[in-house]
Nanobody
């Protein structure tokens, strides 16, 4: 069964850090582009950070310098390290995967996780 499962979300104070994980099963991430999106209540889904299969990455300006995407192909897992968190980072975070980097960035991934809630609040 092909699936992506996110974990690592939770409640954190402003300025804190979280590391989200996205574990893939049923397929090998090595050959896939991976992305993280987020969606806050009442807002459109927003692309956060992306990793191609050849090592290229892209990070949205809103989180650049604070969020870092990485992958561990041996564990078939992708991570999103989030530092210096702000209340406006509060959202449900989703990972997605596709053979196409462009499709992944456009939100047209082949596979999606169920999402993990991140809440930044004092």
């Amino acid at each position: 069964q092909v699936q992506l499962v996110e974990s690592g979300g939770g409640l954190v104070q402003p300025g804190g850090s979280l590391r989200l994980s996205c574990a893939a099963s049923g397929f090998t991430l090595d050959y896939y582009a991976i992305g993280w999106f987020r969606q806050a209540p009442g807002k459109e889904r927003e692309g956060v950070s992306f990793s191609s299969g050849d090592g290229s990455t892209y990070t949205a300006d809103s989180v650049k310098g604070r969020f870092t995407i990485s992958r561990d192909n041996a564990k078939n897992t992708v991570y999103l390290q989030m530092n210096s968190l702000k209340p406006e980072d509060t959202a449900v975070y989703y990972c997605t995967a596709s053979r196409s980097f462009i499709a992944t960035m456009k939100g047209h991934g082949d596979y999606w996780g169920q999402g993990t809630q991140v809440t930044v609040s004092s």
